[in-house]
């Protein structure tokens, strides 16, 4: 597809690294799966993938941690 943000690249399958802030908690989730932008680097999640990565800084949140890095795990 088409980026939306730079209207210039195509988006192709990749892993991303999604930073997600819950209050005063930080979730950084690596390898996520993601349509990304050939030139900006802008990534696309699936309602899938993103509601996952939400449950995960949800559960962060949660435990109250400041700042965590987790593995996604399909």
């Known amino acids: 597809m ?12 990749g892993e991303a690294t999604v930073p997600l802030t819950r209050g005063k908690t930080t979730v950084v989730i690596k390898g996520v799966p993601a349509e990304i932008c050939s030139n900006c680097g802008e990534y696309y999640l699936s309602e899938g993938v993103a509601r996952q ?3 995960l800084a949800d559960a962060a949140a949660q435990r109250e941690t400041e700042v965590e890095i987790v593995r996604f795990a399909a």
Request: a positive charge.
């Open 53 to 55: 990565a939400y449950a």
């Open 2 to 13: 088409k980026c939306l943000i730079c209207k210039l690249g195509e988006t192709r399958a």
